[in-house]
């Protein structure tokens, strides 16, 4: 009878064990949004690669790539609740949580990588804030290349988007595109040339990358290479999971970091040099949208950005302040 009650105990005990945590797991669940081959999945490859070399094989990862584990509007409340110990996003998706999170989705806030790169250094502090409060620790972000349009026919300003169905990711672009006079629909990058193919788009924004990606020379001709706008993938881990960790792993893991952010910036510029060439030899007509195209693009972010301040409190006035003086 002891040994019975010591046997149930034991095995209670033990079953509790895999089920009490990330801690336990021998493989961490990384989910992220975007395909194997895209530099952003490569990049955190090779992270996931340098902290199991670090650790001598103590932390190993498994990333799921191209939203194969959790669709990308799931993953930060996969990850806040130990579905994923990692995860990767794109930040301004998730726009209407916090206007931190929603600044780099707008038009005209960056005009390339180096602006980009400030805006990244001024309102990490805030968005690591605000992931702390949900119990998530930020690891590293990455830009994409300036984004630009995709159409069908030739458009020479925002007036030729009028009525047309335009394909956005996030609540920033869906706002440009109704200030555009499009109809614009949220469409993730994985279902993009389901949605050309069946009608529900005949336009889109995004950069090179994705328009390879998604192999747009398939439903488009044109791609405008607007440029001026920097929207950042951001890379988090459970803050449990992390602080879980002796100080040596959580350094490794932060170095590592540190190191992806550098390389991911690079790689984003590579990448998006490489698309554009292969969007023009696949027969696409690229092109940088005309002056006035050009300059009704730029007015619809500064109206964005004032809309945007009314909304970002103190914190966001400081900021924008801050950031306009450079
Ligand atoms: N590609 C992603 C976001 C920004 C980008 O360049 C997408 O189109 O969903």
């Known amino acids: 009878m002891k040994k019975t009650l010591s046997t149930i105990i034991l095995v209670g005990f033990l079953s509790f064990i895999p089920s009490s945590g990330l801690l336990a797991a021998a ?41 194969s584990l959790l669709k990308m509007p799931d993953i930060k409340r996969g990850v806040q609740t130990g579905q994923a110990a990692l995860g990767e996003i794109l930040l301004s998706a998730y ?42 620790t930020v690891l590293y972000a990455v830009s994409w290349p300036g984004q630009g349009i995709y159409t069908k026919t030739p458009m020479t300003s925002v007036a030729d988007f009028k009525g047309i169905k335009f394909r956005t990711y996030n609540p920033a672009t869906a706002r440009m595109a109704e200030l555009m006079g499009a109809v614009p629909t949220t469409i993730q990058a994985a279902e993009v040339p389901q949605a050309f193919a069946t009608g529900v788009v005949s336009a889109m924004i995004t950069s090179a990358i994705t328009g390879v990606d998604s192999q747009s020379w398939d439903f488009a001709k044109y791609f405008y290479d607007v440029g001026a706008l920097n929207n950042k993938n951001l890379v988090f881990i459970n803050a449990k999971v992390f602080e879980g960790l002796d100080k040596k792993t959580r350094d490794i893991i932060l170095d590592a970091s540190a190191k992806a952010e550098k390389r991911g910036w690079e790689m984003s510029a590579k990448a998006n040099e490489a698309s554009l060439k292969t969007l023009a030899e696949k027969g696409m007509k690229v092109e940088k949208p005309n002056e006035k195209f050009y300059g009704e693009l730029k007015a619809i972010g500064e109206k964005m950005i004032q809309e945007w301040l009314e909304k970002a409190g103190p914190d966001g006035k400081a900021f924008w302040e801050s950031y306009r003086k450079k």
């Not at 949004?33 to 999945?41: A, D, I, L, R, W």
């Not at 949580?97 to 806030?109: A, K, M, S």
């Open 95 to 136: 726009g209407n949580e916090d206007p931190f999170f929603q600044l780099d989705g707008i038009p005209f806030v960056s005009t390339g990588y180096d602006t980009a790169k400030i805006v990244w250094e001024k309102t990490r502090p805030f968005i690591e804030a605000r992931f702390k409060k949900q119990g998530m």
């Open 27 to 67: 493989v961490w669940d990384v989910a992220t949004p975007y395909p194997e081959q895209n530099f952003h999945t490569q990049n955190i490859l090779m992270f996931a690669k340098e902290v199991e070399q670090a650790t001598g094989g103590k932390i190993k990862m498994k990333v799921h790539s191209n939203a």
